[in-house]
């Protein structure tokens, strides 16, 4: 992965080399490359106008596809719940995951979260954010540039199993809280998220 203001200043940089060689070959009459430089800056241009207007932060492969050709995920149910304290403000998206999806067919599966088991078969790491992304702009909520480890492995409290956090948050503090969602239909499990909270305070 690589930030997007990055990748603005390396086709910046190769877009300006390909005009100051276009402007040399046209002044030395170099005709026979002329239409290769053309195309070439054509192209800089139009990946240099699509990293500008993008709202990705953070550039990857599935993410640049997600961007062009959004993907037709379901409309999630969740609830929105507001709770203060002394220091912070908190806002709680709570995902469907239990007994009221069995009840009700029309109530989409929660979320998958996908992560990736850790080496001790124990934890689970979401290294790639974008599953997690894509939820969040279902939410109208900043996206995360880059992955986190399970907060058990970092803090040792048996309470932060399955959560995840993003301390340099936009809009805070970032918790995700991840479940384990069996699907009705053929009874295959998935990683799935249940909770999103956003904490105004920064840890």
Known sequence: ??????????VTALLAINVIWLIYILFRGHTESLV????????????????????LTVL?????????????????????SES?????????????TGQEVERDSTIPAPPELKVVM?????????EDPESLNLVLDQLKLPRVSHGAK???????NQTD???YRWDDYPLG???????????????????AISRIIVDSRRY
Do not use: C, W
């Open 60 to 80: 990857s492969f599935k993410a640049i596809k997600n961007d062009l050709f959004p993907p037709d995920i379901p409309e999630y149910q969740y609830t929105v």
């Open 36 to 55: 290769r430089t053309i195309i070439i800056i054509v192209l800089l241009g139009i990946i240099l106008g699509y990293l500008q207007n993008t709202r």
């Open 161 to 163: 199993v399955g959560v």
């Open 150 to 156: 399970e907060l058990v492995t970092i803090t040792g």
């Open 118 to 126: 850790d080496p001790n078969g124990r934890t689970f790491t979401l």
């Open 84 to 96: 203060d304290t002394l220091y912070s403000h908190r806002t709680i998206y709570t995902f469907f």
């Open 1 to 10: 992965m690589i930030s997007t203001s990055l990748a603005i200043n390396l």
């Open 173 to 191: 503090t970032l918790i995700v809280e991840r479940t384990l969602f069996q699907k009705r239909d053929n009874l295959q499990s998935y990683n």
